[in-house]
């Protein structure tokens, strides 16, 4: 299939790391702060049995803004891959964009193509897995990644909750996603149930064809 379901990571696979120190939340930056959010493989699982590719899209700053090494980048990506295909649900390929335009390291300071809202990301998964970005699917928890489908022609899915603040963001950016949704479950359901009723008519008409074949015989 030229289909996809393009995940956000940190908010939509792992929960978010809180660091009491600060104040803040923010990405894991050690392996035992990643912690996948419940019921994900489930639903990482519902798109595998969808024979749609699950792919990760996602802004990852931290080692350029000198909170992480690309080692322990690659210890947590690798905890991800191997807890989710320990309870049977598989990643088909992952794309990070590494660049801030603050970074403190020179190598990763630059305003890139690949960081989302922008679709540099999308479009070479596009490019390598033969997508038609047209129907397939974001998943994100933020504005942004709603702003980066919404570009590239996806159909978009919200992890939030439809307060006030989020109304008022929406409005001010000018983006709306096609559902808000609690969870990763939730939004594997909804796409369950949009490619099953996009199959129907396809098998109605391919149904049609063949009898009129039979009676023009």
């Given at each position: ?122 479009l070479k998964a ?39 603040d989020l109304c008022?963001f929406m409005e ?46």
């Open positions: 299939m030229n289909r996809a379901v393009f995940l956000d990571r940190d908010g939509v696979i792992n929960e978010i790391a809180y660091f009491p120190e600060l104040g803040l939340l923010d990405s894991p930056l050690n392996v035992k702060q990643f912690k996948l959010l419940p019921k994900v493989a489930e639903a990482i699982m519902v798109l595998n049995r969808l024979d749609l590719k699950v792919i990760v899209v996602s802004n990852q700053p931290a080692i350029a803004k000198g909170k992480m090494t690309m080692k322990t980048f690659e210890e947590i990506r690798l905890k991800m891959k191997r807890e989710l295909e320990r309870r049977g649900a598989h990643l088909d390929d992952e794309y990070y964009c590494f660049h801030h335009p603050s970074a403190k390291a020179a190598k990763y300071r630059a305003s890139c193509d690949c960081r989302k809202p922008r679709l540099g990301l999308f596009a490019k390598g897995f033969g997508l038609d970005l047209k129907k397939c699917y974001v998943v994100g928890d933020s504005l942004t990644d709603v702003k980066a489908a919404k570009a590239v022609g996806c159909r978009t899915i919200l992890i939030g909750s439809l307060k006030c008022r001010v950016e000018g983006v709306k996603p096609d559902h808000i949704v609690a969870d990763l479950l939730e939004a594997s359901k909804i796409i369950e149930r949009e490619i099953s009723e996009s199959v129907k008519p396809d098998l109605i008409m391919s149904k049609a064809f063949r009898t009129s074949k039979i009676i023009k015989r």
